[in-house]
């Protein structure tokens, strides 16, 4: 069973452009969490979403940040317009349907490291 | 709000002793805790938690955690360290309420080093 799986692993970009990542959940998994980690902190929560569905998108900034989980294919979490504090370590992270109760654990996959120049 | 405190940034100690890396909490219902270990440049594996049940929980390669409701604590502990246990490890809790269930907070990390 493979586990959950992110593209980019690394994305360099340029003030101004988008940046797009990619989060594949473990399968039978239909809940993914969004999460970043900044150089020297631990992880902060961004979005909670389920197929078509935004749960809990509290954590994203306001503005040019939006993520998606469409019936088919990978959540996308998209960075329009990145700056230079986008930088750090973006982590996706699946669990089974919360019918399993909210004990369920979350599995997180590799990371994608965005880097702004 | 929930979340989580490791008061230690870093932990030094030798192979084959043991070793605990300290994590208290803050909730205000039951709390769901869990612990990942974080290698460089790779994601969060699940080491264990705690949901209900027994105090002291087993995890994975060879790690267990004494969940303390009076001391509101958490701490992961190993009867003997490896120099391959030497890593970033986080503690976080879980969000079972309302708009923000699902979520989990972290805390900062605690860098383990093992040396030989």
């Known amino acids: 069973n493979a586990g959950v799986m992110q593209n980019p692993r690394h994305l360099v970009r340029r003030r101004g452009q988008e940046a797009r990542l990619r989060c594949s959940p473990m399968?039978?998994?239909?809940?993914v969490y969004w999460y970043r980690q900044l150089p020297e902190e631990g992880l902060k929560f961004m979005v909670y979403?389920?197929?078509?569905?935004?749960?809990?998108e509290s954590g994203m900034p306001k503005e040019r940040f939006s993520a998606e989980f469409p019936k088919e294919g990978p959540s996308i979490l998209r960075i329009q317009q990145v700056v230079r504090g986008d930088s750090a370590a973006y982590f996706c992270a699946s669990s089974p349907p919360v019918g399993g109760g909210v004990q369920e654990t979350q599995y997180f996959g590799p990371g994608t490291r965005l880097l702004v120049l | 709000a929930q979340s989580v405190a490791q008061p230690e940034d870093q932990v030094n100690v030798a192979e084959g002793n043991p070793l605990t890396v300290k994590c208290t909490y803050s909730?205000?219902?039951?709390?769901?805790l869990f612990w990942y270990v974080q290698y460089p440049n790779r994601g969060l594996q699940f080491l264990l938690k705690y949901i209900t049940g027994d105090n002291l929980v087993k995890g994975s390669y060879g790690f267990e955690a004494e969940f303390n409701k009076s001391q509101t604590s958490f701490h992961l502990k190993k009867p003997s360290a490896l120099v391959s246990d030497s890593a970033l490890y986080f503690c976080a809790v879980r969000d079972y309420r309302g708009s923000t269930l699902g979520r989990l907070y972290f805390g900062r990390g605690t860098q383990l080093t093992v040396w030989p």
């Open positions: 909730v205000s219902g039951n709390p769901y």
């Open positions: 979403l389920q197929k078509e569905n935004i749960i809990d």
């Open positions: 399968k039978g998994h239909s809940h």
